[in-house]
């Protein structure tokens, strides 16, 4: 059964910092990984999608990497804002399967000014 | 494009009433939806997969008869929550998969608070 595990579970910065969120997963056959924002009291939305062929993925200022050798992968924050403030999940999909998402427990971010 | 709706987006509801939550995909049909529940600082947990036209598979430890999902169209399931407790109130989030597709398009999430 996959387990995805994130660390840190929560994160204080000031405005500007660069920043490393971190997530694994016990099952390397996996299908994609998605990295999903969440709000308080929000839905999800998506940020970027790596396809387990891929090894990172860019939108503006986040970075996603993935090594699934070592059932890792990685969001990078660069020049942090006080509006990233939020909780940031990764979903992972296993292969061979109905491809339906296992989830971290999330990183809460603040990004205070 | 890709849009899913919820609603309500908040309910109170009082201990032993039943509650119904809809998900509605706006601008795609959705042969699959899953419902997830959210306890505060933990994951999306999934309850059940709801197949339009056919009884919802749940997750194990999850009451089917006390999680009513029904899927009567392609654009539509709801979750009924009956006799609802106190230990039922959480974040419930829905999600719609294209039909054809895999990947999942998230609904903006129902706060359910019983009292």
């Known amino acids: 059964k996959q387990e995805v595990t994130q660390i840190p579970a929560a994160l204080s910065v000031p405005e500007g910092e660069n920043l490393v969120l971190n997530c694994s997963f016990t099952d390397s056959a996996i299908y994609n990984l998605q990295w999903f924002r969440q709000d308080p009291g929000k839905g999800l939305t998506s940020l970027l999608l790596i396809q387990s062929s891929q090894r990172e993925q860019t939108s503006g200022r986040l970075n996603a990497s993935l090594d699934k050798s070592s059932g890792r992968s990685t969001l990078y924050i660069a020049a942090s804002q006080p509006g990233d403030s939020a909780t940031y999940l990764c979903a992972v999909r296993s292969s061979g399967g109905s491809y339906i998402p296992t989830f971290g427990r999330g990183t809460s971010l603040i990004v205070h000014p | 494009g890709a849009v899913v709706s919820q609603h309500p987006s908040r309910v109170i509801c009082k201990s032993g009433t039943s509650v119904k939550i809809e998900c509605r995909s706006l601008d795609f049909q959705a042969t699959t939806m899953f419902w997830y529940r959210q306890f505060p600082k933990q994951s999306l947990m999934l309850m059940a997969t709801?197949?339009?036209?056919?009884?919802?598979?749940?997750e194990q430890g999850v009451e089917k008869d006390k999680f009513l999902i029904n899927h009567a169209s392609l654009t539509l399931s709801t979750l009924t929550v009956t006799s609802a407790h106190p230990e039922d109130s959480s974040f419930y989030i829905c999600?719609?998969?294209?039909?054809?597709?895999?990947?999942?398009?998230f609904g903006p999430g129902t706060r359910l608070t019983v009292t």
């Open positions: 709801s197949n339009e036209g056919s009884k919802a598979t749940y």
């Open positions: 999600s719609a998969r294209l039909t054809g597709g895999y990947e999942q398009y």
